[in-house]
């Protein structure tokens, strides 16, 4: 507690209090609680958080896929909202911590998930769910009350987290996101809860209620969580996979960017623009996310290419850029493995092809060169023309753009010039780039107390700049 603010310690406290006191009518003589029913689902409640945490292979079951929300909010809606406080009690205290103070974040989990209970179950009897549930024909009319129940569970969990965050800041909770108050957030927390999960939990929870009180009883109720678990999984799979798909991508492109100190954020801004282009051409979902993949590592050959001749201090030799634009080359051997890549590794190939046969690296022209790479290479160009590298200024937006046009039907196909004058006509350029707030990062956190010079990597000589720009409008050197 001694690492928190005092306003922070306060509003801790004052979780716990609250949940004290949701709680405590469940234990005044004549309350009428059913306490074998509470004790099962508050033992279902842990059962759910033990399996979610459950090492497989060296790593959590679940992995941050929650699974017991369903179960509280079936004891919000088969018990009393002192007792459904109590169902949620144990399951909070048990979520797992990432840091320090472990006995703090465990009590504050317990306590709003405790608080949260109560007020959701307060809001289910005052819009007669327990009537509505219970009556012979009434069961669709518990749907509403139901829904408001798990609305209002996930607005208080999301009050909490913002009270706390405002507490230990002292500033609004959209813009606290590090310091003392993360302490108390649980690890996988990195936003406020979404209300659509709980509206789904809220409905297996309902259907969880409903089959206890069938002729079946409890067992049939625990039926319900089968699917849910074996959806939990599937989605934590899928989680596990993206972000190891995004952590190979993300390593591919900072060696890149290491390498080539001038073009850093230009893989992400191409990736940007790209799937841009895309949106325009009505390409979406999984085709989109490839578009913009192909953007971004359209230029991971450049690690094959020797490093004096990307930091070259004057122009090329005509040997000097033949080995340079072997870069697809080398780029489309580097990720020929990579199986989730698919139509991107066509692209990383072909993105310097022009529509009128003089690219490279085979001289393919028209349709021939598959349509991800003439959306890459029309990306690559317009990025390379609006940033200032050390061969050239950067253009404005719209000179850039009229560079395109003028190209189009020779060098970049026309379409993709459309798209892209229409998607930046209406939507502006606003690059976001990441890449080079983390590499300045890692040379700050390298440099030490001597330090390096601003941007550049320590160890690195500094890069040399070429006297002159050549080669086709936009593409500079070798290409961007």
């Not at 991971?300 to 697809?328: A, D």
Request: glycine share 10%; aromatic share 6%; proline share 9%.
């Amino acid at each position: 507690m001694r690492v928190l603010p005092p306003a922070a310690r306060a509003c801790v406290l004052g979780a716990v209090l609250a949940a004290a006191a949701c709680a405590a009518p469940a234990f005044r003589p004549g309350s009428a609680v059913p306490w074998p029913a509470v004790g099962l689902l508050a033992v279902l409640c842990l059962g759910c958080e033990a399996v979610r945490v459950l090492p497989f292979r060296g790593r959590a079951l679940f992995e941050g896929a929650g699974s017991f929300p369903p179960v509280v909010l079936a004891a919000v809606f088969l018990l009393p909202p002192s007792a459904a406080a109590l169902v949620a009690l144990p399951a909070g205290l048990a979520q797992p911590t990432a840091g320090r103070p472990v006995a703090v974040r465990r009590v504050w989990h317990g306590a709003q998930q405790a608080v949260a209970a109560w007020a959701a179950g307060q809001a289910y009897g005052l819009l007669c769910g327990p009537k509505a549930l219970t009556g012979a024909s009434a069961f669709p009319y518990a749907l509403l009350p139901a829904a408001v129940a798990a609305a209002v569970f996930c607005l208080v969990l999301t009050a909490l987290d913002a009270a706390v965050l405002a507490a230990a800041e002292g500033r609004p909770a959209t813009t606290a996101r590090r310091g003392p108050a993360a302490l108390l957030r649980a690890p996988s927390a990195a936003s406020a809860p979404a209300l659509a999960p709980y509206c789904l939990h809220g409905l297996v929870g309902l259907m969880m209620a409903v089959m206890w009180h069938s002729p079946y009883g409890p067992p049939a109720a625990l039926l319900v969580l089968l699917p849910m678990c074996i959806s939990c999984w599937a989605l934590a799979q899928y989680q596990r996979e993206h972000a190891a798909h995004q952590a190979t991508i993300r390593a591919l492109v900072q060696a890149v960017d290491i390498k080539d100190r001038y073009t850093r954020g230009h893989s992400e801004r191409v990736g940007q623009a790209s799937a841009m282009i895309a949106r325009e051409l009505g390409m979406t979902g999984d085709r989109l996310e490839v578009v913009r993949i192909a953007g971004i590592l359209h230029d991971v050959g450049k690690l094959g290419v020797p490093t004096r001749l990307l930091r070259k201090n004057g122009p090329l030799t005509p040997e000097e850029r033949r080995v340079i634009e072997l870069h697809p080359e080398y780029g489309h051997e580097m990720v020929r493995g990579i199986g989730f890549l698919g139509e991107a590794r066509a692209a990383i190939l072909h993105h310097h092809e022009r529509v009128d046969g003089t690219g490279y690296p085979y001289g393919l022209s028209g349709q021939q060169i598959p349509v991800l790479a003439r959306v890459v290479a029309v990306a690559d160009s317009f990025d390379a023309m609006t940033s200032t590298r050390s061969y050239s200024r950067a253009r404005p937006v719209g000179t850039a753009l009229a560079e395109l046009e003028r190209c189009a039907g020779s060098q970049f196909d026309p379409a993709m010039v459309r798209a892209l004058t229409t998607a930046v006509g209406r939507h502006g350029w606003h690059p976001v780039v990441t890449s080079d707030e983390d590499l300045q990062a890692a040379a700050a956190a390298a440099a030490g107390p001597g330090g390096a010079e601003p941007g550049q990597l320590p160890g690195m000589p500094a890069q040399g700049r070429d006297a002159a720009r050549t080669g086709p409008p936009g593409q500079g050197r070798a290409g961007p």
